[in-house]
């Protein structure tokens, strides 16, 4: 393994993944292959551009020849396939490019895997396919009982890459993991959200009760994780990824604007999501026979993520403006506005008709 295409690389995630990967293993190649939604950022891979053993193609998944011809000008041997889109709240609103990209696109980079005889295809997935668990923790051999269109899609690309292993034999993995904070991820995710709304002093808007609980993880962790996975497991192998322990999204809310030094007067209960799970938990002890162990616990993880939302407004602040603000709207325009805790400064025109 050294040549390594890392579809969805410039997301969150991916981004993360590469510039961990690039300092481990001075021998690698990494090219990552993106179509760049509107996610998707070269910001976030800025200081690893100028590095000879990182190489970017800008294309999507879903084009087979796009995939074949990447595959063959950088001689790839392993793909880590981090493309999806990612936020549940977009597929509610419409799932058509979740149901194309985390399941048809999924289909395309396994054909490749096959046709090209790769040595490993990693996918990482998500804990949202198992559903909510109400207790316990879910285990890699759980049914997958997916409740929103992102899950349910991240589950049907799950499935063709077990049966391709089934059918096909190909050398392939599947990590599941808990909820990521950390740099780079954009700021529709409640995390983040929240973080850089209550630097603007803007409330933070928290779906129903506020008691739905997370396995909230540092993004490197996760990374670590993906990467002993790609190393040391079996093929065909599954394999969750998360901490031990789960926290609700209003103590989450609170801690961080404690760290920030804001009232909590800033956060307002508005209508819950449709569906919104409940709870998840992953049962991790696969990945820990293999050697891995989180490196930081929840505290740290999000002293880490605020900190570095404070130092990183030029990232960020571009980001919350366009496109951005008319979502923001769409979602949570009428539902501040239902709790009456709409700031005048969010303007007339951006309201939906
Ligand atoms: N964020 C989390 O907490 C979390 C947890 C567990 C698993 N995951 C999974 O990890 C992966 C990465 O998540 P993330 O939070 O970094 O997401 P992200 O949305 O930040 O990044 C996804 C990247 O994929 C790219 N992309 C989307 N569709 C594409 C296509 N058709 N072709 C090529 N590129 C495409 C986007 O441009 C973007 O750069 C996803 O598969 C997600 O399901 C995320």
Redesign the pocket.
């Known amino acids: 393994m050294r040549n390594l295409l890392i ?9 993360n993944f590469v510039r961990m990967m690039l300092a481990k293993y001075p021998d690698y190649r990494l090219v990552v ?9 070269l910001q976030n891979l800025r200081d690893v551009a100028g590095d000879p053993r990182y190489a970017f193609v800008r ?4 084009d087979a020849q796009a995939v074949a011809n990447a595959i063959r000008e950088y001689q790839i041997d392993t793909i880590v ?7 549940v709240d977009r597929s509610i609103l419409d799932a058509d ?1 979740f149901v ?3 399941v048809y ?1 999924v289909y395309v980079l396994l054909e490749a895997t096959k046709d090209f005889g790769l040595e490993r295809f990693l996918h ?5 396919v198992y559903g909510e668990v109400l207790t316990g923790a879910s285990r890699e051999e759980d049914a997958l009982e997916p409740r929103s269109p ?1 899950a349910a899609s ?1 589950a049907g690309g799950d499935l063709l890459v077990r049966a391709y292993h089934v059918t096909y034999g190909l050398p392939v993995i599947i990590t ?6 950390g740099p ?3 700021p529709e ?1 409640v995390v983040p959200l929240f973080i850089t709304n209550a630097i603007d002093d803007q409330p933070l808007p928290l779906y129903g009760d506020g008691l739905q609980e997370r396995p909230y993880q540092y993004v490197l962790d ?1 990374c670590e994780g993906i990467d002993i996975a790609l190393q040391r497991g079996q093929p065909g192998g599954v394999y969750n990824i998360g901490p031990d322990e789960q926290v609700a999204n209003i103590v989450m809310a609170r801690k961080l604007l404690d760290l920030l030094g804001k009232p909590h007067s800033l956060i307002v209960h508005v209508f819950d999501r449709p569906g919104h799970d409940r709870r998840y938990a992953l049962d991790c002890s696969r990945l820990k026979a293999l050697g891995w162990r989180p490196g930081h616990t929840f505290d740290q993880a999000l002293e880490k993520t605020v900190r570095w939302y404070v130092d990183n407004e030029w990232w960020w602040r571009p980001i919350k403006s366009g496109e951005y603000r008319a979502y923001y709207e769409k979602q949570y325009g009428e539902r501040l506005r239902l709790a009456g805790q709409t700031r005048p400064e969010l303007a007339e025109g951006e309201r939906t008709p």
């Open positions: 579809t969805g690389g410039a997301g969150f995630i991916g981004s292959f993106d179509k760049l939604n509107y996610r998707g950022n294309a999507d998944i879903c396939n981090f493309a999806a889109e990612s936020h490019a194309r990209t985390d696109g990482v997935s998500t804990d949202e992102y991240k599941r993991g808990g909820n990521n904070i780079y991820q954009y995710n996760h």
